[in-house]
């Protein structure tokens, strides 16, 4: 049988202990209820003994004195007691009221709370969902512990394939490899800045603008850390891959893209319903699955009056609305030679959204900025189709400025060269992009003219810690000055930056410092 122990007396009892204790508590609720009316009772009947006392001594004076000294005493005591019980029960009074008042408060400030964290949770929700930066927290395991819809969709994988996976599962060892020392410091409690070009282990390649954050505990120890990317994918990127692919192949004797086109293929059959990736690429264009965005270029300093200009990016929608990064519709149309056919669709839906009165006359004395692959550099047949649709639509060709890669100048000087004076003969503009990446040299831009050098992002975002960088980004300027040539600044990522261009001379400034792209075409 179960038994209790009373710790102050010592009691210890089984079920018949309890009916007891009970049976105790009962009675003395009895007496306590009773109280009142023995005491008035005990009053009475001291003045009923004092009454008959009186009658029966004659008149004694020392019986009298006695018994009205003890009936004042008693009605004095029953006085007191019956202002102590007022009092208690005043007190209690209170006390109750005043918890009253504690619970209702207590019960508003708990909805009030739940109502916040539902509102803070539905806006936490919309910005996991909207964000485009990729977020992503590991914790000292290198495990991961969380993730937003921007990361899931970048790796085209389900969220069950991601919680709680270590990042050389998720990434895939390659990738992993490429990181590891910055996880590392990560890990020491370094805040990490870095330009990351990576092949993933399906073979889509991306370059990557990445910031490490790390996690602290109540300790101060390192809980883990944020890894927050975003995809800054340029076409250059996929031509110097697929030049070191070519390389690899030759060095081992085997086809070194052959993994590569295995998924290209395999990823656009899952997209699109069909094997034939080229066909299919084509009708993707044609039934209005890709976008256009654009991306502000700044004038420096920031509002100065002075005309803004614009980069226009491609962005491909998948089936569930999200956007694919250029990383991995890129090879596709690399591989299957349709990468002029898509710059055509970007230049032609470009102009067609200038010639609009409206747009044209808000942007007036903007360009926008397109660029174009080494395979539209080498299309004969691409001039004369510029030609044709600025004069269909009546628009100006010097509203477009075509972009070429310093990298794609440096390996194919002549076609490039031949590339630029047909479309400057159609009234274009010309920059180049990624100078100063791997090397500084003005050499490459003498025999024709370009108006802008835009200033390779991985200098810019290094130009405030690193004093080479630095270097570099001024010089670039001087020079540029000195020939007629705008720069640009590409991944201005700070104000800090954006402040530090100014004070240089730097003409213009791309990033998301600036701002972040937005559709053209809604």
């Not at 890990?187 to 990445?210: K, N, P, T």
């Not at 405030?464 to 630095?470: A, H």
């Not at 980004?473 to 402040?499: H, P, Q, Y």
């Amino acid at each position: 049988m179960p038994s209790c122990y009373n710790g102050s007396t010592g009691f210890r009892a089984g079920r018949g202990g309890h009916i007891i204790a009970r049976g105790v508590y009962m009675r003395g609720g009895i007496f306590r209820s009773v109280r009142v009316y023995l005491v008035s009772a005990a009053v009475i009947g001291t003045a009923v003994a004092l009454v008959s006392t009186i009658y029966l001594t004659q008149d004694s004076l020392q019986w009298i004195a006695f018994l009205t000294g003890i009936l004042i005493a008693s009605v004095l005591a029953e006085a007191v007691r019956s202002s102590r019980s007022e009092w208690a029960l005043l007190r209690r009074t209170a006390q109750l009221s005043s918890t009253k008042e504690k619970l209702e408060l207590e019960t508003s400030l708990r909805k009030s709370a739940d109502e916040k964290i539902a509102d803070a949770r539905a806006r936490l929700q919309l910005l996991d969902e909207t964000l485009l930066t990729m977020v992503v927290l590991f914790d000292v395991e290198g495990n991961c512990r969380y993730h937003n819809r921007a990361f899931r969709e970048w790796l085209h994988l389900k969220a069950e394939f991601i919680d709680g996976r270590h990042m050389r599962e998720i990434f895939g060892t390659k990738a992993y490899a490429g990181i590891a020392t910055a996880v590392r410091q990560s890990l020491d409690g370094q805040a990490v800045h870095y330009e990351h070009l990576q092949e993933m282990s399906g073979g889509a390649v991306y370059r990557l603008r990445v910031e490490h954050v790390p996690q602290f505990g109540a300790t101060g120890k390192v809980t883990g850390f944020y890894f927050l990317a975003e995809d800054i994918t340029r076409r250059d990127d996929l031509s110097l891959t697929a030049k070191s692919a070519t390389l690899s192949a030759g060095d081992s004797g085997t086809d070194g893209r052959a993994d590569q086109e295995m998924f290209l293929d395999a990823f656009f059959e899952q997209i699109g319903g069909r094997k034939d990736a080229g066909k299919q690429f084509i009708a993707a264009i044609e039934q209005g699955e890709f976008r256009l965005y654009c991306q502000l270029i700044s004038p420096l300093p920031v509002n100065s009056g002075k005309a803004a200009h614009y980069e226009i990016l491609v962005r491909l929608i998948e089936e569930e609305g999200s956007t694919m990064p250029p990383g991995a519709f890129f090879p596709l149309a690399e591989k299957n030679g349709l990468m002029p056919y898509l710059d055509r669709w970007v230049v032609q839906h470009v102009l067609e959204w200038a010639s609009n009165p409206q747009n044209f006359n808000r942007d007036k004395g903007s360009l926008y900025f397109i660029n174009v692959a080494l395979a539209t550099i080498g299309d004969p047949e691409f001039p004369g189709f510029l030609k044709n649709t600025l004069d269909e639509l009546g628009m100006p060709g010097s509203i477009l400025c075509f972009e070429v890669s310093d990298t794609d100048l440096s390996a194919y000087a002549p076609r490039v060269t031949e590339f630029i004076r047909e479309v400057r003969q159609c009234g274009c503009r010309v920059a180049l992009s990624g100078f100063g990446r791997d090397s500084v040299s003005f050499d490459r831009i003498r025999g024709f003219q370009v108006e802008f050098l835009k200033i390779d992002g991985g200098t810019i975002l290094n130009m405030l810690s690193n004093p080479v960088d630095f270097a570099k980004v001024v010089s670039i300027d001087r020079v540029a000055k000195k020939i007629g040539v705008k720069t640009i600044a590409e991944l201005v990522e700070s104000d800090e930056i954006v402040s530090k261009l100014s004070e240089v001379g730097v003409d213009f400034a791309q990033g998301f410092g600036i701002s972040h792209p937005r559709r053209l075409i809604e």
